[in-house]
């Protein structure tokens, strides 16, 4: 299923070569494609899910490379992201906002999956994302509807499996 912004990015970007994606700068704006090289895997899958599976194997591959710097930063992520004054879900948020701002759609769709699954509700990334507007302006208007579309999609999909629906339910225990 796609909203109005997904559908718009897929009619815009389904005869771009994906090698002129895959050589923009990581973390300015680019959407990384699916391997067979359109947003055809977009649709199917929906915008956080299909960054996210994009991102998957460069992750592997990397990690690989550097086992030691990936364990690190998962350390620290850990840290960062554990409950404490601020619920998980807060933090979730305020790092999905952060995505917004600094234009990293794998930041977006990472952190609105882990919103989603600690139990934000749809009108909580609203407001974050809203946030995002007043610091960032223009910029944020137009990565701010992709957050909102990725938190959206994994939290439909969360109450799709039976579990609270993030529309005021439960919060979620963070898969890690």
Known sequence: MTNRFTGFLLRQMRDVPPTILHRARPGRGYLPFPSRGTF???SA?????????????????LRAAIPDAYAGFREMHHG???AGA?????KELIAMAIGVIEGCDGCIA?????????GATKQEAAEAIGVTFLM????ATIYGPRAYA???????ALAG????????????????
């Open 150 to 156: 990725a938190f959206c999609e994994f939290a439909d």
């Open 161 to 176: 499996q039976g579990q609270p629906a993030a529309d005021g339910g439960t919060p979620q225990t963070p898969r890690t």
């Open 45 to 61: 899958d929906g915008y956080g899910k299909a960054v996210l599976n994009a991102l998957n194997p460069l992750h592997r591959d």
């Open 110 to 118: 990472s952190h609105a999956r882990g919103a989603a699954r600690a």
């Open 80 to 82: 960062a992201m554990a």
């Open 136 to 139: 960032k302006g223009g910029p």
């Open 40 to 42: 055809g895997a977009m």
């Open 86 to 90: 601020l619920e998980v879900k807060t």
